[in-house]
């Protein structure tokens, strides 16, 4: 799946206390400036043969690790590329390593955000035209990415939240029964709560005070890097051969509202 998206440059600021307001008020910019000349720092020490064969070994790393679509820990690469390299050096080379796969393989490096700060996953510019809805993937991963389709479908045509139990329900009527073995997907409940929600691609949240207990899933970070509501507005009209999107009034509007905000954070970036 793949949308145009604006660089994911910034991210939210939690509140802070009052003596580090001032730290937390400035500029995303400077900081990740500062970050990135101490990196150049650190890779100074370094020898230039020595530091190119380090990102080389990141971009390999990253393309090999990318394969079973799971966020890919800063503390992994750490410990695996970099190693007894100075982690100071690490935005330095993850910034070279990134620049290498966008140039080289049409590819992107996103820093995830929230809980999944320090972890980053790759997306391909070209999969898919921004305007359509036909999605592409590897041959072996065509059923598993269709039920997700339908999932993610599920979930945003139901104002973008949708309870485990209507989940289930709505499956059961496709004929997925998420407590029976299924022929092509195996254990469905597993596929969608444990491999979807570690490769990003949903949020599977416990709802507070539940009992029985009660979770919701929601699109995860992953899904939203990847494709958009645009794209899944067309997939729901061909499923059900409405020649018009906009006749889902709601669904549209949210579309249109994401959209603008879109464009409002990449004028301001």
């Excluded at 400035?26 to 100074?44: D, F, G, V």
């Excluded at 966020?71 to 910034?95: G, Q, R």
């Excluded at 590819?107 to 320090?118: P, S, T, Y």
């Excluded at 598993?144 to 949708?162: D, E, T």
């Amino acid at each position: 799946m793949r949308r145009t998206r604006q660089p994911s440059g910034k991210s939210n600021q939690d509140e802070l206390p009052s003596g580090s307001q001032s730290q937390a008020s400035q500029n995303p910019s400077q900081s990740q400036a500062t970050s990135l000349t101490q990196a150049e720092k650190a890779a100074a020490k370094l020898d230039q043969k020595e530091l190119e064969l380090k990102v080389n070994d990141l971009v390999q790393y990253l393309l090999i690790m990318d394969q079973k679509k799971y966020p890919i820990k800063k503390v992994d690469i750490n410990k695996v590329v970099l190693k007894d390299t100075s982690n100071k050096a690490f935005p330095l080379v993850m910034k070279r390593a990134s620049e290498k796969l966008a140039d080289i393989f049409g590819i992107d490096v996103i820093e995830l955000q929230d809980k999944q700060k320090g972890s980053y996953i790759l997306i391909s510019k070209y999969e898919i035209d921004a305007d359509k809805p036909n999605v592409v993937w590897p041959e072996e991963d065509n059923t598993r990415m269709g039920l997700l389709m339908i999932i993610l479908s599920l979930v945003f045509m139901n104002n973008n939240i949708m309870q485990d139990s209507e989940m289930w329900h709505t499956l059961k009527k496709l004929g997925i029964d998420p407590e029976v073995p299924h022929e092509t997907f195996g254990d469905v409940k597993k596929l969608i709560t444990t491999e979807f929600v570690r490769q990003g691609y949903l949020e599977y949240i416990r709802q507070p005070q539940t009992d029985p207990l009660v979770y919701d899933f929601k699109w995860g970070q992953r899904a939203k890097a990847e494709t958009s509501k645009r794209n899944i507005l067309h997939f729901v009209s061909q499923m059900y051969d409405v020649s018009d999107p906009q006749q889902w009034t709601s669904q549209w509007q949210d579309k249109e509202n994401e959209e603008e905000m879109e464009v409002s954070q990449a004028n301001s970036n």
